[in-house]
């Protein structure tokens, strides 16, 4: 990797950080319509996963995954109007952050039903095979997510048809505020990739490196047309489930512990070890990443409320040459 690609990745992920703070902190004022479900500590995990992926390859992210929309290429403006409810949000005001996909980028809106979009992620990689594309379908999901039967279904699918699907499983260890050993009786989530036919890969969801290294060996068995990966990813989150969940189910010194292996300061101390002006490029980072969030925060602002009588658009799709 050269250092103009090690510092794309920094970026993303400070850039995610940003990003997801001023939403906390926006929500904290009232600003925003919705909820709330902040990654902060799981920013290698989307960047990771996302940052090689091809624009006619497709995301399917669930509720804690904004850092996909980012490195998938959504434009934080329309994003940010988004999950304001405004009309140049990609639901054109009908929703909050949570249902809206960017289809122009690849980028599947999540359902709240846990779980539902990972069948829709196989039909995905299905329509792939029949058309002989090399496109890749990536299904985030929590390892809570992991217990509910659609998931089941769209694995077993995947895993007959040899689909270029990847499932990556972000455990963050508790689902709301259920814990990992309530919620499957296995010690790894990936183990169940065997009653699939799928790879199963267990990795750190901290550390970039290991993160990327996963996702390449998974995207490369995808496109070579050799099935489906489950990579599962063990990473934190530090907020609570949403920001009005204080969390109180975990004890500080998890939290700390978990702090300690942050994935951005993991790694800046990769670009310390490689000889970088560390200091310099983390202040050009953040004034970088601080200027797209403040931009986007003022786009969304001036972004008008939808108007009443728009309500009932795009709601149904129309038989094809018809309008409306
Ligand atoms: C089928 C279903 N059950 C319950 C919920 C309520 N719910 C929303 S998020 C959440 C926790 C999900 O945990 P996990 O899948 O591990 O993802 P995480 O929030 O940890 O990222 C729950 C229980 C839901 N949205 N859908």
Same mark, same amino acid.
């Given at each position: ?49 996302? /940052?090689?992926?091809? $624009? ?37 005001? *009908?929703?909050?952050?949570? /249902? ?60 007959? /048809? ?9 455990? =963050? ?5 259920? $814990? =990992? ?6 010690? =790894? ?16 969801? =901290? ?14 068995? %995808? ?10 990813? *063990? ?7 949403? #920001? ?18 942050? $994935? ?15 200091? %310099?490029?983390? %202040? ?16 969304? #602002? %001036? ?22």
């Amino acid at each position: 990797m050269n250092e103009q690609k090690e510092r794309e990745l920094y970026f993303l992920m400070v850039l995610v950080r940003e990003f997801e703070g001023r939403v906390a902190a926006l929500d904290k004022q009232g600003r925003l319509a919705g909820g709330v479900y902040s990654g902060r500590g799981q920013e290698a995990v989307t960047v990771g996963i996302c /940052h090689a992926l091809r $624009p006619d390859d497709w995301v399917f992210p669930l509720h804690r995954d904004m850092g996909a929309f980012l490195v998938k290429g959504a434009d934080p403006d329309r994003l940010m109007a988004q999950i304001f409810g405004r009309r140049d949000g990609f639901s054109k005001g *009908k929703d909050s952050y949570l /249902h809206g996909g960017d289809l122009s980028h690849g980028i599947f809106g999540a359902t709240s039903m846990l779980g539902a979009t990972l069948p829709v992620a196989a039909g995905m990689g299905f329509k792939f095979r029949m058309k002989n594309e090399d496109s890749v379908a990536v299904a985030f999901f929590g390892e809570g997510a992991s217990s509910r039967g659609d998931v089941h279904e769209a694995m077993n699918f995947a895993g007959v /048809h040899r689909l270029p699907v990847i499932f990556v499983c972000e455990n =963050n260890f508790y689902a709301y505020s259920t $814990p =990992n050993e309530l919620q499957f009786a296995v010690e =790894n989530v990936a183990d169940r990739a065997a009653g699939y036919g799928l790879k199963g890969e267990v990795a750190s969801g =901290n550390d970039l490196h290991a993160v990327m290294k996963a996702m390449q060996k998974a995207t490369d068995r %995808a496109r070579r047309g050799e099935g489906p990966t489950l990579i599962e990813l *063990k990473t934190y989150r530090y907020h609570g489930h949403s #920001e009005h969940d204080r969390a109180a189910y975990r004890t500080e010194e998890e939290l700390v512990a978990w702090e300690s292996r942050d $994935p951005i300061e993991l790694w800046e101390h990769y670009l310390d070890k490689r000889k970088y002006d560390l200091p %310099a490029i983390q %202040a050009e980072t953040l004034a970088k990443a601080q200027k797209i969030v403040g931009d986007a925060v003022a786009f969304a #602002e %001036a972004s008008p409320e939808p108007a009443g009588a728009e309500a009932m658009d795009d709601l149904f799709a129309m038989p094809l040459g018809e309008d409306r």
